[in-house]
């Protein structure tokens, strides 16, 4: 439970926003104020060019164009996003913003229906779950002082993510779609809203699945190979289903309320591994999936919990309240290391590493010749990656308007008591490699011998934001307090006894920050904002919370048929850390988990996007959407930071770029249309960047690239279009990353064409 000494500043930032709000003139009634929907993040679409900050949103028309499920493909189309790609699919994301480490979105505030997504978002935030984007009504990305209402990450931004709405009329869709690679998509729901009898109000409902299945894109080598063998799969398997249930008053009634219950689960297999390749191996087969990667596969499931309550009790006040919990289990199964013959198994030190071993394969001959299908008498350890996370907590968001001093007022508070943890408890087998290159395991080990941990996370978070506006002026406050406490424990063996280790952090940090815009005319404005960005430092006691200051600056313009908007900013890190995982290799196996700090860091840049309707505003009969978008990001280490950084990090020398953050970004979309047509064309263009800090390995360069996306539908009835496109036109082979271990290439071509019906 949350202690309650902890208590008395929340009660100080809750009490700051009532008293604002007691003190203040009420409405007189004449005033019909739109409520902000709360689940989101940005609010009404109409409302994106007042925001004070960088707010960008995707809508189901937009998502619906190249009906994507990898989330880096749909988020490189908003200005500021970077992403790290790993295995292809986007099943693993690794998304940052503004320049902030891309670990597993692990400085990023990630959210559904504005719930925090993350099995375990305070204690374990780079985990390996993420919702699946294709099944989302739409996506948005918020960034700068605005954003600070959403943490407990508040560098680089928010993400959040909402789902399909219960309609107000009985309706569904079905979209059922084949693709290369034996490849499948159905995204299918069905619901409505009923009258109640009289004064009893309404009920609605919504059924939703999503299922995504693929046999992948790379070639495993095969040690059964034959007429009668199938290939094996290096793809994957994705089934999940939502539902919603929910009751309102009458929508004219003079006190409105709803109540929400929503429920997901997701399952996943992935057969896809941490191996890469070495890079002579990659030119002769960019595609080629070692043998030692045969058993590598990655069960996940995860269900999810939300209650969600919204009163109004006058025109001018709301509270909503959201009950939420979520359950991940996951087990990833995958080489982990590879000792030689002649070493002494039951020793741990003899084992390396399978990212040395492609750093270095001509240093570890035997170890690679195992990987490669060699039988000699080398063994590798298969490591079972088994976690358990849960998630769990209550929100209280109040809104309140009234005007005050002759400006509008639009007070909002928010409360949260959040709990989540993460149990570690992992094991590792032993292969050896058959004659024809089949792995068969000579010793099993037993569970929680390798890691056996539990990270909890105690959180109270609160924040008061206070919107005004006068004539063309809006200004925008706001003021959040994380009080949060992490305690982590480990075993040395599978039994839980007293702990080996036991270590407890706490973090008690206010966040300001403040934001503005102002309406030259009613096509122009300019904003600007300042604030603090934080994020806590993991389980040391004597780490270091993450700390910046950060600043934004530009202007937007929007007309009938253009929007257009430039924003620069700054991110002063004061101190930046860099998080110890598996995935980025470089660390003891007591280190995974940890933060540690890099020290202070610079990251500033350009985020340009303009959007034009070429076809509307020529007259023509057709549409003709044009969208590009810039991303500039430079970066600098402002002192070397040497081996104590882990990851791609170590060995930074001041300087420095941060590795894995191209400098530039480019996204242009042309498309033409009308009602029963359209075709879009997107180009996507990174620069290449050092895949990581180390002079040593500067040759590990992830690839620039230019990426060709072509998709288009045709109405054949009134409830049915068909629709095809191509992932990857021009079928570009390029590095996409060299981690985890060894070059991992992008998606190959696919092809994907299906209808999509609407009832």
Known sequence: ?????????????????????????????????????????????????????????LDRDELDRHSYSDPHRILRAIPGVNIAEEEGYGQFPHISMRGTPPERNNRVTVMEDGVLVAPAPYSAPAAYYFPPMARMDRVEVQKGASAIRHGPYTTGGALNMLSTPIPDDTSGKADVLFGSNNGRRVHANVGGTEDLPEGAGQFGWLIEGFTEQSDGFKNLDNPASGPNQPEPNTGLDRRNIMTKLRWNTDPTAAIYQEVEFKYARDDRTINDTYLGLTESDYRDDPYRRYHGSQKDEINTENELFQLRHYLNPTPN??????IYRTDTVRNWYKLHEVAPEGADFDDPDSFTGITDILDNPGGFASE???IQGNDNDARGAVRANNREYYAQGIDFTGGYWFDLGGWDHELEVGLRFHQDEEDRFQWQDQYEMGPEGDMYQVERGTPGETTN????????????????RQGPWQIQTGLRYEDIEIRRRDWDDENRGSPDDDRTANYRVWIPGIGATYAIDANWSVLAGVHRGFAPGGTDPDAREERSTNYEAG?????????????????DYSNINIECTAVGSGCGEADIGDNVSAGEVEIYGLEALVMHDL????????????????????????????????????????????????EHQINASAGIGQEDWRVTLNANYVTSVNARADPQFSGQEIDSRLLMDVSGEYRVHPNARLFAAVENLTDKEYIAHYRPAGVRPGKSREVWAGVKMEF
């Open 453 to 468: 941990r539990l990270t909890e996370a105690d959180a109270i978070a609160t924040y008061v934001q206070n919107t005004m």
């Open 368 to 370: 690679f010749a195992w």
């Open 555 to 571: 202007f937007r313009f929007s007309s009938a048929n253009t929007r257009a908007e430039v924003i620069g900013f700054f991110n």
């Open 317 to 322: 006040t709301d509270l909503t309240t959201t």
């Open 1 to 57: 439970m949350i202690p309650l000494r902890r208590s008395h500043a929340i009660a100080g930032v809750t009490a700051l926003g009532l008293a604002a709000a007691a003190g203040a003139t009420a409405d007189d009634g004449n005033r019909s104020p739109t409520l902000l929907d709360r689940i989101s993040i940005t609010g009404d679409p109409d409302r994106i060019q007042d925001v004070p900050g960088s707010a960008q949103q």
């Open 615 to 662: 076809g509307r505003s020529q007259g023509w009969d057709y549409a003709v959407p044009l969208s590009l978008g810039y991303t500039l990001t430079q970066s600098r280490f402002a002192q070397s930071i040497g081996d104590s950084a882990p990851n791609q990090w170590a060995n930074a020398e001041k300087g420095d770029s941060l590795p894995e953050i191209p």
